[in-house]
């Protein structure tokens, strides 16, 4: 399972099934944006309940 990350915002887009879905959503970001450059990154989270644990507190704090 892959995770897209905003390093911007620190915000969490997915999950993706596919490492190619979560590139394709990047790239079709990159082209959306005025510049082209999104800061988007794609994590590979192989227990996705884990990362959400060690990442509550983040992810909290960037809907807040």
């Keep these: ?3 897209v990350t905003d ?3 620190d915000s ?3 999950p993706f099934e596919m490492y190619e879905d979560a ?5 079709k970001v ?17 227990t996705p309940e ?3 644990l060690e990442n509550m507190d ?3 704090m960037a809907n807040c």
Excluded: K, P, Q, T
Aim: negative net charge.
């Design 50 to 52: 884990d990362w959400l």
């Design 12 to 14: 969490a887009i997915g």
């Design 30 to 46: 990159d082209e959306m944006s005025y510049l082209n450059e999104s800061g988007l990154e794609v994590l590979d989270v192989s």
């Design 1 to 3: 399972m892959y995770i």
């Design 58 to 60: 983040s992810i909290l």
């Design 7 to 9: 390093l911007n915002s």
């Design 23 to 27: 590139i394709s959503f990047i790239a």
